[in-house]
């Protein structure tokens, strides 16, 4: 079964940046994507990409300021995440896309504030 194990969340100053690292444990998922989910909230999707990283979606609340990049050679999916604001506070998921597997990994707590 895919397993999930993101890391790199942290408390960052607004303006700060931040990498997230997911780690994919099983046969290589075509489509990628993360997604944060604050309480009270739906998860929501933030970025997405194939396998080679040749397309990339993100939404537009963090678009200019996130980039999603992979190492397939070492399965990882990488969030770069720049200018962080107070509203990007979240714990963040990554999973397959379009279809999420329902064994989502624990999340990495993001937490921007002065």
């Known amino acids: 079964q895919v397993q999930f194990v993101e890391s790199g969340g942290d408390l960052v100053q607004p303006g700060g940046s931040l990498r997230l690292s997911c780690v994919v444990s099983?046969?290589?998922?075509?489509?990628m994507a993360w997604f944060r989910q604050t309480p009270g909230k739906e998860r929501e999707r933030v970025a997405s990409?194939?396998?080679?990283?040749?397309?990339?979606w993100y939404a537009e609340s963090v678009k200019g300021r996130f980039t999603i990049s992979r190492d397939n050679a070492k399965n990882t999916v990488y969030l770069a995440m720049d200018s962080l604001k107070p509203e990007d506070t979240a714990v963040y998921y990554c999973?397959?896309?379009?279809?999420?597997?329902?064994?989502w990994g624990e999340g990495t707590q993001v937490t921007v504030s002065s």
């Open positions: 999973n397959e896309f379009p279809d999420p597997s329902d064994a």
């Open positions: 099983g046969r290589p998922r075509y489509f």
């Open positions: 990409t194939n396998y080679v990283g040749d397309v990339t």
